[in-house]
C-alpha cells in the first residue's frame, strides 16, 4: 500500500522560506510531484522528478521553488524560497507512474498525501 506522509508547512512572511518533505513508504513508482490548492481554486501542479530525478516545474514557482529527491530516505523535498501570499495553499505530495506525474495535470496521479499547509504573510 502506497503511503504518502507531507510534513514541513507552517506560517512565514513574504520572503521568507520553507521546505517541506514528503516521505513514502510502500512505493513502486519512481515519480513524484507536488501540488497545491488554494481555497476557491483548483489544484494545480507546483513541481515534480521524473524517473531520472530531473525535475520539472509549473511556470509560476520557476526560480524560486526546487524539487529534489532523497531515495535512500524514499523522501521528496520541496524547498522554496521568496515566497509570496499567493503561494499560500495547502500542499500535497503525489506519486504514481512518470506518465502521469511530469505532466503536473492534477488529475492524473492516483495516490495522495493528505497534505501540509503553507501560510504566507504580507
Known amino acids: 500500500q502506497v503511503q504518502l506522509v507531507e510534513s514541513g508547512g507552517g506560517s512565514v512572511q513574504a520572503g521568507g522560506s520553507l521546505r517541506l518533505a514528503c516521505r513514502t513508504s510502500?512505493?513502486?513508482?519512481?515519480?513524484m510531484a507536488w501540488f497545491r490548492e488554494a481555497p476557491g481554486k483548483e489544484r494545480e501542479g507546483v513541481g515534480a522528478t521524473d524517473i531520472n530525478g530531473k525535475p520539472v516545474y509549473a511556470n509560476s514557482v520557476k526560480g524560486r521553488f526546487s524539487v529534489s529527491k532523497d531515495n535512500s530516505k524514499n523522501t521528496l523535498f520541496l524547498q522554496m524560497h521568496n515566497l509570496k501570499p499567493e503561494d499560500s495553499a495547502k500542499y500535497y505530495c503525489?506519486?504514481?507512474?512518470?506518465?502521469?506525474?511530469?505532466?503536473?495535470?492534477?488529475?492524473?496521479?492516483?495516490?495522495w498525501g493528505q497534505g501540509t499547509q503553507v501560510i504566507v504573510s504580507p
Open positions: 503525489a506519486a504514481d507512474i512518470c506518465s502521469r506525474i511530469t505532466s503536473l495535470d492534477r488529475t492524473a496521479p492516483r495516490y
Open positions: 510502500g512505493m513502486r513508482y519512481n515519480c
